[in-house]
């Protein structure tokens, strides 16, 4: 909403002290956030009146006229024009070198110069209304015509400026619709109005709320009082389409809306006084001269204004003569009721229709019109009074013949006061301090309550502008007058902290643990991928349709089913990463869904099952180190984050992976994961060119972790251990797993070091180098008992896997 | 042969002093008193001398050898002193050994920045899970029934499920604070904690708008808490986020769950206050909405609003982490690039 000071001021006298940018801030921390601010006069900067003094032809165009022109600078002017009707003597706006101007009332605003037209000079333009942004105020018979100030009545001295003269140095204060939603009565300048009086302690203009007397009824039938709880209309005739005067066109347009004719811009212009909408019938058109406020039966149709045409159902509200609809009740006009160029008589509509029906409506056709808007926030009921004397004041101004012959006011339900009590005690509680009585019920007041107070309770009656839903408990009461205060002016108060218990989640910080090892000591970056992921990836990771929870209006078509496994968003961020790396490692920690039931609050509530999934992958040009990698970095989580150890076995292969190179891992008897080269077939239905990759996925909630760090002490050894190498020769079947299972019971510690296979090694044989620990307990081992061992662990070898030394 | 040695010693002493490096002290040293060095050759040949002679020159070759062995001694100090372990030139403009780690999401670091500002103030870390229903995002939390939130145009609900209501309405979560009431029914009041997470919306994205977007909110619910704390809350973290005191302000606001709401404000950190691009010109950044809990919220949470109050607070992470950063694309976070992602090692 576009809120004009020009307009506020209509409704308040604001104080010369009190600066646009003030009451952008106090309107923001009190009220509703004032997103800009916006002065019009900006963009008429150099734009001035200028008189014609002298019209000579130009010499090398039949078009165009030299004007001597008058800009108030002392000496005359010289500027070229094309205007059609350049008279000595008219008062036209002229824009001089530096202002902006769009040419023919087109496209961006240019810069204006000083230059030649055809050989002659001009100083500046003489421009058409639409040329200076005055397109929608001032009316023209066709684009090269320059208006006559005085023509046109209005007053002005030669060389004022034009913003100012048409009364557009206004200023717009900018608020996000979404923001008023809360806030019904602020759906008007006479609602920011009634605000700005409270806030600054200001008298607001009283407006009338007479309405019309001892005239004829005008018949109106509501059926549905609950959807409509009052109905007025208004039949005034001897009216014909022309157009408003020029303060009201000046402060619509200034408002954000564009003037139409004086008909329907008294309707807008109440729409945006008192936020009350209403809608001018043609009375010609209202069929048996009665209006019926009802349901329509399913399967009517009715034609917009805008050509559009409803298939109606029983569930939305229409405006009837006595045959069909006439429009869809307070959101939209229909094409045969309107006011026409013929209109010469109106039945002028003030309703209140309720806000649920009016949601449900304009959701259905999607029609969300500024009536709409309005009416869907809740209004109550006795603002209709305020829009039906606004209105029929305005027309007897701009149409002084106009009589107005019938009158009804249908008024099945009347907006009922809010009351509420609310006691001192809450109210020191809450707001964290004590305020004088006086100034609670002087706040009060100045927001329109009523307040009595009686031992300790203040008994609040809520005006009916913030009845409709604004205002319903006690706590709507504490914040209004916290917010009149200002929340930047309560004492700051401290949080107390509590010695009772301390905060101990082994499992958060679990999480927290995983994710810095993979990144700190792993070398893995993390990532974060969408939770929906495009069906391709799915595919590629061997994953089912029917595996996974679907959305019901998802992002795009392909994205409709949400990741069962955290697979697929790694092929993904592989194809998109390998255009510039060659090697790099990845990962992420995320919710995956499967159908199923989960009860995480309550029994009545059922969710599909959700895991929290530690996914990582590593990437890279060969897949034996890739898959090596990727162990090594699950193999060491345990010890390094503190949970319960993982054991590798085969028992089940992921969809994703390689067909040898895979493992479970297991945590006791349960499998929490599995590692594996991701398969050739998966790689390239993602899309990925070049690289290989390996990948380990693990359901973080069946890790255990320790309640604390668990490692004991070990003494350090009293005599020298003794390590050495031993390289052997096995054969190609013989696995690393058996050589140390062979030994390890013989040795302090063994570890694998390399693998090799080469020219000095015979076909179908493996070279395996490995390194261990020896030594005695109660002393040093002397060379004879050295190499009794040395000859033990390779007997032992020989037998257990045939392997021969080295 | 005493002339002799008075050479061997004028000789010897000018070659330690003159050897330039540890390695040619050590040449200098077996020349002057190894086996074959001219010192050894006069010992070798004492049988052969007077005794008178042998006795001084015997002597003399001794206090030489002595002689030598402590010179030696001190040109190796010398030596040592300002010797290098390189040999040669060494260039110093040549890169270091790279780092091979990894880094977390920079969301991921802002939300453990701020979940170690909040344990310190003793509150508890929870998790809600990303699918809720309609019943914990929109019902508890006192939307009205035709709120616009609740279409699917607004929330992405699950298939088979956006026809239902309720308990059977199926979503991924449009906001956290769902998760509040998870907790309060789950654990009671008093309470105090915080429940970072992502959420999730139907939107159309650029630049400053995404589908999915991280959020962490705060809750404290306890017998007497007023809502200016929250205010005192906010500094105290942003303060420890950012190492610096942030200006901040608090001022009205509207949810349904809230009543009353405000918004808290954080003065723009690119600007500092006074105005730019990233702040809207506004020189404010709106990061946390927040407000007293709603009675009806605690009524969902099986708490008695008489006896319990407490205030929620939001941020929003993406917003907050832009800020560290200057990252003027909220779309980065979830692009899964590392050439965007490495920048935060």
Known sequence: MNISIKFLERYINLPKELTYEKIAYDLTMRTVEVEEVINTADKFHDIVVGEIKEVRSHPNADTLRICMVDVGEGELKQIVCGGSNLTAGHKVCVAKPGSEVVWHGEGEPVLLKETKLRGESSYGMICSPGEVYLGDIIATEDEREITDFTELGIDCEIGQSVAEVMGLDDVILVVDNKSLSNRPDLWGHYGVARELAAIYKLPLKELETALPEGLPEYKVTIEEPDRCPRFTATKIENIHVKESPQWMKTLIANAGMRPINAIVDITNFVLMAVGQPQHAYDSTHVQGDEIVVRLAKDGEQLLLLDEKDLDLTNDHLVICDAENPLNLAGIKGGKDDSVLDSTESIILECAVFTAPGIRRTTAYFNEKTDAALRYEKGIDTQRANLGVNMALSLFKEIYPECRITAFTDCYPIQTENVKIDITQEFLDRRLGEVLERSEIIDILTRLGYEVEFDKGTYHCMAPTWRSTGDVSIHDDILGDIARLIGYEYFRKQPLTIRFDSSVNQVKVDLARKLKEYLAFRCGFNEIFTYPWVDEKYIHAAGIKDEETVKLATPPSPEQGMLRSSLIPGMLESIVGNERYYDKFCIFESAQVFEPGEYHPSTEEETLPVHRNYLTGAAAGRDAASLFYRVKGAVENMAGYCHFEKLEFAQKEKPSWADEKAWLNLMSGDTNVGSIGLISVAALSSAGVKNLSGAAFEIDTDKLIPYPSRTNEFEHLPLYPLVEQDMSVLVDESVKWADIEGSIDKMVKEVRFVEEYRGKQIPEGKKSIMFRYKIGNDDSTMTSKQIEKKMGAIINVLQKKVGAELR | ?345
Not at chain 2, 23 to 49: H, I, M, N, Y
Not at chain 2, 275 to 284: D, F, I, M, S
Request: charged share 30%; hydrophobic share 40%.
């Open chain 2, 1 to 345: 042969m005493l002339d002799k040695l008075k050479d061997i010693q004028s000789q010897g002493i000018e070659s330690i002093a003159s050897a330039a490096d540890v390695d040619a002290l050590e040449a200098v040293r077996k020349e002057l008193t190894g086996k074959r060095s001219s010192l050894q050759e006069v010992l070798k040949s004492l049988g052969s001398l007077e005794p008178d002679m042998r006795k001084s020159v015997g002597m003399k070759a001794n206090e030489i050898k002595n002689l030598f062995s402590e010179k030696i001694q001190e040109r190796e100090k010398e030596l040592v002193a300002v010797a290098s372990a390189i040999k040669g030139e060494l260039d110093l403009t040549l890169p270091g050994t790279a780092v091979t780690a990894g880094a977390l999401h920079p969301i991921t670091q802002m939300c453990y920045d701020l979940n170690d500002a909040f344990r310190s103030l003793g509150f508890e870390i929870y998790s809600e899970d990303d699918i809720s229903s309609e019943k914990f995002a929109f019902d508890n939390l006192n939307f009205a029934a035709d709120h616009p939130a609740r279409a699917s145009m607004d929330t992405y609900w699950l298939e088979g499920t956006e026809d239902k209501r309720g308990n059977e309405r199926l979503c991924l979560r449009p906001h956290l604070t769902g998760g509040s009431v998870r907790y309060l029914l789950e654990k009671g009041a008093p309470c105090r904690f915080v429940y970072p997470g992502r959420v999730y919306r139907n939107e159309t994205t650029d630049a400053r708008h995404e589908r999915a977007f991280f959020q962490y909110e705060a809750l404290i619910v306890d017998r007497d808490v007023s809502f200016s704390s929250g205010r005192v809350m906010i500094e105290t973290i942003l303060e420890k986020v950012f190492g610096r005191k942030v200006n901040v302000r608090m001022r009205e606001g509207f949810f349904p769950f809230t009543e009353p709401g405000y918004e808290i404000d954080m003065e723009c950190l690119l600007c500092g206050g006074e105005g730019c691009k990233a702040c809207n010109q506004a020189g404010w950044i709106e990061v946390m909405p927040g407000g007293v809990i709603h009675p009806n919220v605690l009524r969902a949470a099986n708490l008695d609003p008489d006896e319990w109050t407490g205030f929620y607070t939001n941020i929003g992470l993406d917003r907050l982490v832009m800020m560290r950063y200057g990252v003027d694309d909220v779309r980065l976070f979830h692009s899964a690039d590392l050439r965007f992602l490495e920048q935060f090692k």
